[in-house]
Nanobody, 119 residues
């Protein structure tokens, strides 16, 4: 079983910055990709960005140029640096991992961390 634990959410004013981190634990043999999704009240969960184990990134258009994802494969951690935050970035942010355990690759999710951006 794989567990993902996020940290770093909180309240920030518009224009400010926050960083999130996520640590994966369990019987992980290899990492395919990790990343972040978010879900605002009344909306569907949406992609923020993902990163592969070799560092290739993919971002939602809404966060390009403001958010940066990085990965530490050895520590099985993924990070999200959020700059120039906007009120519309307010959401619960979920860590995501696509990893292989003793079986095949599978998706795993963290419990989520709240990010609130005040105007």
């Amino acid at each position: 079983q794989v567990q993902l634990v996020e940290s770093g959410g909180g309240l920030v004013q518009a224009g400010g910055s926050l960083s999130l981190s996520c640590t994966a634990s369990g019987s992980i043999v290899s990492i395919g990709s990790m990343g972040w999704f978010r879900q605002a009240p009344g909306k569907q969960r949406e992609l923020v960005g993902t990163i592969t184990s070799d560092g290739s990134t993919n971002y939602a258009d809404s966060v390009k140029g403001r958010f940066t994802i990085s990965i530490d494969n050895a520590k099985k951690m993924v990070f999200l640096q959020m700059n120039t935050l906007k009120p519309e970035d307010t959401a619960v942010y979920y860590c995501y991992a696509f990893v292989r355990t003793r079986g095949s690759y599978a998706q795993y999710w963290g419990q989520g961390t709240q990010v609130t951006v005040s105007s």
